[in-house]
């Protein structure tokens, strides 16, 4: 099916977001469909390891401008210069030192959640992305990662978006972060197509 996709995914936990690495277009994408989610999100959090959180932050801004709060978990790959500033003073921003401490980077994305739901909120996760962390821990670990991540937001009831760019992926690597995943989004030229993951 193609079209914005955000109908056909209202009930996916957690969906593989598939969209080149090309300026602004992942992360526009995921604002998207995370704003026309069907169940409003009181919270987004941006997961980034490719971009700052700035620079995430800068991307929602231009790409829905809305009022959800917004707040990131920024993983240090070491490849990119911090800000200026070191942060927004309007965005909440939590640091991970290294991208392979996976443990570490998980129980942060959870106290995140349980915090959020202590408050009433339904939050919606953006991973940015797969692609950069499969440069620091190998598959299996990444997949691992991605399945308890899905579980996680499922139970709260929230959505978690994982970016990957399929250009530097081979198939066998694409389809198997699908099967971890409730629902796969795919944009490329031709638009978007929305594919549940017992189709994919």
């Known amino acids: ?12 936990a957690s969906v593989l977001l598939l969209a080149p690495a090309v300026r602004d277009a992942a992360a526009g994408a995921a604002a998207k469909l995370l704003e026309k989610d069907s169940q409003t ?12 959180a700035e620079s995430w932050t800068r991307v929602w801004d231009r790409h ?32 991970v030192a290294k991208p392979a401490d996976l ?8 106290n995140v959640l349980e915090r959020a739901g202590n ?4 939050v919606g996760l953006a991973i940015h992305s797969l692609t950069d962390l499969v440069h620091h821990v190998d598959e299996p670990t990444a997949f691992k990662f991605v399945y308890t991540l899905s579980e996680v937001v499922r139970r ?13 992926h081979d198939d066998e690597s694409i389809d198997t ?18 594919t549940p993951q017992n189709e994919w």
């Not at 099916?1 to 996916?12: E, K, L, R």
């Not at 443990?103 to 959870?110: D, H, I, Q």
């Not at 972060?177 to 929305?194: P, Q």
């Open 103 to 110: 443990e570490t980077l998980g129980r942060t994305v959870s």
């Open 41 to 52: 999100h009181d919270r987004v959090v941006a997961v980034t390891f490719s971009q700052s």
């Open 156 to 168: 709260v009831e929230g959505t978690v978006y994982f970016h990957l760019d399929p250009g530097a």
């Open 119 to 122: 408050q009433g909120e339904r």
């Open 1 to 12: 099916m193609t079209g914005d996709g955000a109908g056909v995914i209202d009930d996916a």
């Open 64 to 95: 829905v401008g809305v009022a959800t709060n917004v707040s990131c978990i920024d993983v240090d790959c070491g490849t990119r210069a911090a800000s200026a500033d070191g942060g927004s003073a309007a965005v909440p921003v939590e640091r």
């Open 177 to 194: 972060f699908a099967a971890a995943c409730d629902a796969v989004v795919d944009i490329d030229d031709d638009g978007v197509t929305v």
